[in-house]
Every structure is written in structure tokens, then in C-alpha cells.
Nanobody, 121 residues
Framework: QVRLEESGGGLVQAGGSVRLACVASGRTFRGSAMGWFRQPPGKERMFVAGINYSGSGSYYTDSVKGRFTISRDGAENTMYLQMNSLKPEDTAVYFC??????????????WGQGTQVTVSS
């Protein structure tokens, strides 16, 4: 079992920045992928960004490219999501996820509890 704990989030004005962090513990493994998903109010959860173990490979959904940056310390099982130029449509619960293939949403099988990010206009 892999446990994930997110931190960061909160209320921010449009155009502002927020940094999310996630720490994985338990039965973590080398070569793993970590990612971020989000679920806006009343909508389904969607894949936002993913990164491989070394940090050399990353994926972003189109709506966040150029604004969000995912990073990771593989040895420390820690991942970050730097979110800049935030928009009200970025408002969502953000979930940390752990899996095997960084650019394939269905490969993620472990989930954190989620952290709320609210962007006011």
C-alpha cells in the first residue's frame, strides 16, 4: 500500500500562484510515476500533470501548459505542482496520485485525500 499526503492549496486571487506538495510513503518503488488530478465542482476528476521517477519526463493537460510546473524528488518520494497565472476555472480539489506510467491516467492506482484550491475572480 502507498500512502499519499498532500499539502498546500487554499484561496488565491486570479493571476496568483499556489504550490502543492505531495509526499508518498509505504510500499513505494523505483520507477514509479506521480501525478496530479483535479475535480472541479460538479464535474469528473481529470488528469492534470504527471512526472516520471527521475523527473526527466512530464505530461501536462493542454489547459495548464505554460502555467503549471510539476517537479519531483524521486529519492525522497516528494512531488510538487507550481501553479502560476491561476484562473477561476482552475478551482477544484487537487489529488496526488501514484502509479506506473506518468503520461497515462489509468496507470495511477493510489490516491491522496485531496486539497482544495479556490481561485477568486
Amino acid at each position: 500500500q502507498v500512502r499519499l499526503e498532500e499539502s498546500g492549496g487554499g484561496l488565491v486571487q486570479a493571476g496568483g500562484s499556489v504550490r502543492l506538495a505531495c509526499v508518498a510513503s509505504g510500499r513505494t518503488f523505483r520507477g514509479s510515476a506521480m501525478g496530479w488530478f483535479r475535480q472541479p465542482p460538479g464535474k469528473e476528476r481529470m488528469f492534470v500533470a504527471g512526472i516520471n521517477y527521475s523527473g526527466s519526463g512530464s505530461y501536462y493537460t493542454d489547459s495548464v501548459k505554460g502555467r503549471f510546473t510539476i517537479s519531483r524528488d524521486g529519492a525522497e518520494n516528494t512531488m510538487y505542482l507550481q501553479m502560476n497565472s491561476l484562473k477561476p476555472e482552475d478551482t477544484a480539489v487537487y489529488f496526488c496520485a501514484y502509479g506506473t506510467q506518468y503520461n497515462w491516467a489509468k496507470s495511477y492506482s493510489y490516491w491522496g485525500q485531496g486539497t482544495q484550491v479556490t481561485v477568486s475572480s
